[in-house]
Nanobody, 115 residues
């Protein structure tokens, strides 16, 4: 049973923008922290951004601060990642995760930044 479904990835030129969405299927996830992570080929999966259950507390990796914004709409059961000023080094598969105690991952969506 799929719990998290990411969408919005694609090919974009350097300097461009994308908005990723993560739709979650269980209302109970509204009460838990969630996050976006990414994994480039040959690399480990790293945290990009996290958000508290109510959306009031966010954290970002240093590499994306000032360019990416995480948000959530619990009425729509969706978490977003707005990505601006994209760089080639942002190329990766982006995953959504619901944190403790569930620790569920989505299937990922590919983001490619290239001219």
């Amino acid at each position: 049973q799929v719990q998290l479904v990411e969408s919005g990835g694609g090919l974009v030129q350097p300097g461009g923008s994308l908005r990723l969405s993560c739709a979650y299927s269980r209302n109970i996830f509204r009460f838990y922290n969630m996050g976006w992570y990414r994994q480039a080929p040959g690399n480990q999966r790293d945290m990009v951004a996290t958000i508290s259950s109510g959306g009031g507390v966010t954290h970002y990796a240093d590499s994306v601060k000032g360019r990416f914004t995480i948000s959530r709409d619990n009425a729509k059961n969706t978490v977003y990642l707005q990505m601006n000023s994209l760089k080639p080094e942002d190329t990766a598969v982006y995953y959504c995760k619901v944190h403790e105690p569930y620790n569920y991952w989505g299937q990922g969506t590919q983001v490619t930044v290239s001219s």
